[in-house]
């Protein structure tokens, strides 16, 4: 049998286009699978980025409520007591602090994500003054102090009535220290530990390791280079003058000064404060009190502030001034380092921080 040449082309070319056409089938089912494929990892990276962006705002919320819980090893929330481990309380250069490690793992459907992290609580306030008044530049001639020590509140390592970095000359004014615990000058003269020609050893005056930044030895500004401004974002309130105040504000920030009124008081035994009299006078008339630490921070002025306080007022815990004081200012302090010591130690100001480095997946 012969074949014409004219269709043995017509079956090469069927037969090319069958083949094609299979080819071109398999070619898009290859396609589509791959596009399928690709659509279904991207969901399920999506479904994964959520569950893990869901994690982290769940240990975010953890520490926030650890941030301000009394203990951390005893009744704590079921959720957070599940989440813990690695509990720790540690004394670090004299500062406690909590550390422990936060897991949290969440699943859904295929997906499964665990994170832990560990975290440090520590006080707002690092150093707990170890006098009742603490001198960063001298004090002027004239100007007068009395303080208290009693041996029931005084520091458990120094014995503190004043600390300074310059000479300071008790026969300037009425300088003077003593240790009764009843706030009155004429007790006070009864019991007297420094005074005129007397320096005792609760003066430590001349004092090359005081340090002179104020705020970073009250609160370690310099850990992580933080401003004076950014420092002012975590006073509870700040104002101009000291009327007024929220009376449940733990850390009190004016810019201006602050003048209390007789037998006012702000802070008490059981709820001491941070107060910071920023470029302002402090003066305190017949019986008003101040219970916790107070500083008079000089910043833009170019006058130093005055401190006067009437016979019967009294800052009890410390006072630190960054400036010399006016010659005119008269100055009542009792140490209390108990007092002090509850202010470091209370839920509300404490800061909390992530360990660098210890993420783990």
Same mark, same amino acid.
């Given at each position: 049998?012969?074949?014409?040449?004219? /269709?043995?082309?017509?079956? %090469?070319?069927?037969?090319?286009?069958?083949?094609?056409?299979?080819?071109?089938?398999?070619?898009?089912?290859?396609?589509?699978?791959? %596009?399928?494929?690709?659509?279904?990892?991207?969901?399920?990276?999506?479904?994964?980025?959520?569950?893990?962006?869901?994690?982290?705002?769940?240990?975010?919320?953890?520490?926030?409520?650890?941030?301000?819980?009394? *203990?951390?090893?005893?009744?704590?929330?079921?959720?957070?007591?599940?989440?813990?481990?690695?509990?720790?309380?540690?004394?670090?250069?004299?500062?406690?602090?909590?550390?422990?490690?936060?897991?949290? /793992?969440?699943?859904?459907?295929?997906?499964?994500?665990?994170?832990?992290?560990?975290?440090?609580?520590?006080?707002?306030?690092?150093?707990?003054?170890?006098?009742?008044?603490?001198?960063?530049?001298?004090?002027?001639?004239?100007? *007068?102090?009395?303080?208290?020590?009693?041996?029931?509140?005084?520091?458990?390592?120094?014995?503190?009535?004043?600390?300074?970095?310059?000479?300071?000359?008790?026969?300037?004014?009425?300088?003077?220290?003593?240790?009764?615990?009843?706030?009155?000058?004429?007790?006070?003269?009864?019991?007297?530990?420094?005074?005129?020609?007397?320096?005792?050893?609760?003066?430590?005056?001349?004092?090359?390791?005081?340090?002179?930044?104020?705020?970073?030895?009250?609160?370690?500004?310099?850990?992580?280079?933080?401003?004076?401004?950014?420092?002012?974002?975590?006073?509870?309130?700040?104002?101009?003058?000291?009327?007024?105040?929220?009376?449940?504000?733990?850390?009190?920030?004016?810019?201006?000064?602050?003048?209390?009124?007789?037998?006012?008081?702000?802070?008490?035994?059981?709820?001491?404060?941070?107060?910071?009299?920023?470029?302002?006078?402090?003066?305190?008339?017949?019986?008003?009190?101040?219970?916790?630490?107070?500083?008079?921070?000089?910043?833009?002025?170019?006058?130093?502030?005055?401190?006067?306080?009437?016979?019967?007022?009294? %800052?009890?815990?410390?006072?630190?001034?960054?400036?010399?004081?006016?010659?005119?200012?008269? %100055?009542?302090?009792?140490?209390?380092?108990?007092?002090?010591? /509850?202010?470091?130690?209370?839920?509300?100001?404490?800061?909390?921080?992530?360990?660098?480095?210890?993420?783990?997946?």
């Amino acid at each position: 049998m012969v074949i014409k040449p004219k /269709k043995v082309m017509g079956g %090469i070319w069927l037969g090319t286009s069958v083949l094609l056409m299979t080819t071109v089938i398999s070619v898009t089912s290859a396609l589509a699978l791959l %596009i399928i494929g690709l659509n279904e990892q991207g969901i399920w990276s999506e479904q994964q980025e959520t569950l893990q962006g869901s994690v982290q705002l769940t240990q975010a919320q953890y520490a926030a409520r650890l941030l301000h819980l009394p *203990s951390w090893s005893s009744d704590l929330p079921a959720d957070l007591a599940a989440s813990l481990s690695n509990i720790s309380h540690e004394i670090i250069n004299g500062v406690e602090v909590d550390v422990a490690t936060v897991t949290v /793992k969440q699943t859904n459907g295929l997906f499964s994500v665990s994170q832990q992290q560990d975290i440090v609580r520590f006080p707002l306030l690092l150093n707990i003054p170890p006098a009742g008044l603490i001198l960063v530049n001298g004090i002027t001639n004239g100007a *007068s102090f009395t303080l208290y020590l009693p041996s029931s509140t005084a520091h458990p390592v120094y014995s503190y009535s004043l600390w300074a970095n310059q000479v300071i000359d008790l026969s300037q004014g009425t300088r003077v220290s003593c240790d009764p615990l009843i706030i009155d000058k004429t007790h006070c003269l009864g019991s007297v530990l420094s005074q005129s020609a007397l320096k005792n050893t609760d003066i430590k005056d001349n004092d090359s390791y005081l340090p002179l930044d104020a705020l970073d030895y009250l609160f370690g500004t310099h850990i992580d280079d933080i401003s004076d401004d950014t420092l002012k974002a975590i006073p509870w309130q700040i104002t101009t003058s000291c009327t007024s105040l929220d009376p449940y504000a733990l850390f009190i920030w004016v810019e201006g000064s602050c003048i209390l009124s007789d037998v006012e008081e702000i802070g008490s035994p059981a709820q001491p404060i941070i107060l910071i009299i920023e470029n302002g006078d402090i003066v305190l008339k017949d019986e008003a009190k101040i219970y916790g630490l107070v500083v008079s921070l000089q910043k833009t002025s170019l006058f130093s502030q005055q401190v006067i306080m009437h016979d019967s007022s009294i %800052i009890e815990g410390s006072l630190i001034l960054n400036h010399s004081a006016t010659s005119n200012s008269d %100055i009542q302090v009792k140490y209390d380092y108990p007092l002090l010591l /509850k202010l470091q130690q209370m839920p509300q100001l404490q800061q909390l921080a992530r360990v660098p480095g210890s993420r783990k997946r």
